[in-house]
């Protein structure tokens, strides 16, 4: 799940409270590229809620961007903090170049709306999304991802993601465990998603989101089925950001196919 510190709406200890409230036993928050959420709710730690440590890194695998979540991730880690500083660069040159390109569209003063909404937070396309929705050039995000932020659009930029080799690497040096994140939404080909997952367990990945969000069964056993050809735990994301998400829900994830191996035996 994402909170405020990147492009979610609820504080680190909201997130906790409501999965308090559904029964939730075991989370991580997962910010894209930023773990800063951990200064807040560690100090304060739920009594019956196990949390781990987590982040999604924004990587990329030839010309896709793809995500990896590191899960268990030691916060007192220098190779994590150096990580968080240079994925933190390429967001900041990324919101840039998506500024420049909105700007020349017309839609002057980009790149202040959307730092001004992000804040403290890790910046992102969700923020131009709500830029644009707040000066009516986009009636709701669906639609300013739709015209002007998705894939092929102007604000689709690629950024110097780091390759899915070093965000392993880094996972590792930072006691976590890596997990490729929601592995159908880069609309690859089967052929190249195997590819994919190939390369990721060579870089040292150890499992794969199986489920993400409401997804329906077949999409799962298509998953699980590499989480078994590729030797791989499995993980779920709720992929939850505000509540109302017609996607997803906090705590109400479907359960993990039987012969899958949960990434939380590892620690639990
Ligand atoms: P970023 O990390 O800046 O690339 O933004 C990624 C986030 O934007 C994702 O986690 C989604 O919440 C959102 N997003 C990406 N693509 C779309 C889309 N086509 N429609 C709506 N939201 C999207
Ligand atoms: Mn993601």
């Known amino acids: 799940m994402h909170s405020c510190h990147s492009d979610g709406i ?19 928050i997962t910010d894209h590229d930023a773990i800063s959420v951990y200064a807040d709710i560690l100090d304060n730690p739920p009594e019956q809620l196990q949390i781990i440590v987590g982040c999604e890194f924004s990587s990329v695998w030839g010309a896709t961007t793809v995500h990896i979540v590191g899960l268990n991730l030691d916060l007192n880690s220098s190779v994590l903090k150096e990580a968080m500083q240079i994925q933190n660069s390429a ?35 969700p923020h131009f999304a709500r830029f644009l929705i707040d000066n009516g050039h986009a009636k709701d995000h669906k639609q300013a991802f739709k015209k002007y932020l998705g894939a092929g659009k102007i604000g689709d ?43 990721f367990k060579q870089a040292g990945g150890q499992a794969i989101e199986v489920i993400s969000g409401f997804q329906p069964t077949d999409k799962t056993r298509i998953i699980s089925k590499l989480a078994d050809e590729f030797d791989l735990y499995a993980s779920v994301g709720s992929d939850f950001h505000q509540p109302g998400q017609p996607w997803a829900d906090l705590g109400m994830i479907p ?14």
């Open 157 to 199: 930029v690629k950024a110097q993601w780091q390759p899915i080799e070093q965000i392993c690497r880094w996972i590792a040096d930072a006691g976590g465990v890596a997990v490729l994140a929601h592995p159908l939404k880069y609309k690859l080909t089967q052929t190249k998603l195997k590819c994919l997952v190939q390369d």
């Open 10 to 28: 609820l504080s680190g200890a909201e997130l906790i409270a409501l999965a308090a409230q559904r029964n939730v036993e075991c989370l991580s």
């Open 91 to 125: 967001r900041i040159m990324r919101s840039e170049s998506i500024a420049a390109n909105l700007e020349k569209r017309g839609f002057a003063g980009a790149l202040e709306g959307a730092k001004t909404i992000a804040g403290q937070a890790s910046i992102g396309r």
């Open 255 to 268: 359960d993990l196919p039987k012969q899958c191996r949960p990434v939380w035996d590892l620690w639990l």
